[in-house]
């Protein structure tokens, strides 16, 4: 089963606005990742968090990571019609050779 | 019921052998995909069938090679495994904004 839950589920915004996503997740993790996928295509990977980091960023996009309250959050900046996309995280848990979890994924409109 | 199921869940097998992963979805879609999970936990496309057609070949040796009989089933068989080919290894389906993932397949080589 999926541990991953993204909310929104569907986003819609205009071309220069930020788009926010969530994911939360159940047990603990080592890692939580970040995905887009464009439609028909495959996924693509964004960025990696660890689970001992709190904040990282690559280039338009910021994401965040609360352990205590088992949620990440991705940010994209100015987004773009480009962005229009599916993101997915996906986390790997503690022990080391867990599996990728992966959440529904949030669909993000950006209309220009 | 789950919506992509992928059998067996672990496999492990020796080195030379040829296996087969199973990947069968209920939702109707129209893609699937295979995906490896690499040793950084990082996810890789494998291919992509769209209504039992090829879409997306990625660089894969091509001891790999997707099956799909009908547009519900998306097999991956392997042959001649190495040491390398060890991970684990997803299926997906996907239609219009909706992917769902299958539990994985961990495959060691031994």
């Known amino acids: 089963s999926q541990q991953g839950e993204e909310d929104p589920q569907a986003l819609s915004i205009q071309e220069g606005e930020n788009a926010t996503m969530n994911c939360s997740y159940k047990?603990?993790?080592?890692?939580l990742q970040w995905y887009r996928q464009n439609s028909g295509r495959g996924l693509v990977h964004l960025i990696l968090?660890?689970?001992?980091?709190r904040e990282k960023h690559s280039g338009r996009l910021r994401v965040t990571l609360d352990t205590s309250k088992k949620s990440s959050s991705l940010l994209i900046t100015a987004s773009r019609a480009a962005d229009t996309a599916s993101y997915f995280c996906?986390?790997?848990?503690?022990?080391?050779?867990?599996?990728?979890?992966f959440g529904k994924g949030t669909k993000l409109t950006v209309n220009p | 019921d789950t919506a992509v199921s992928q059998t067996p869940k672990y496999l492990v097998t020796q080195m030379g052998n040829d296996k087969s992963i199973k990947c069968e979805q209920n939702l109707g879609h129209d893609t699937m995909y295979w995906y490896k999970q690499d040793s950084k936990k990082f996810l890789k496309i494998m291919f992509s069938y769209n209504n039992k057609e090829l879409i997306i070949n990625e660089t894969v040796p091509n001891r790999f090679s997707p099956k799909s009989p009908d547009k519900a089933h998306l097999n991956l068989h392997i042959n001649s495994l190495e040491l390398g080919d060890s991970a684990v290894y997803f299926c997906a389906s996907s239609q219009s904004i909706w992917t769902f993932f299958g539990q994985g397949t961990r495959l060691t080589v031994v």
């Open positions: 996906a986390t790997d848990g503690q022990g080391g050779s867990e599996k990728l979890v």
């Open positions: 968090i660890r689970s001992n980091e």
């Open positions: 047990t603990s993790i080592n890692n």
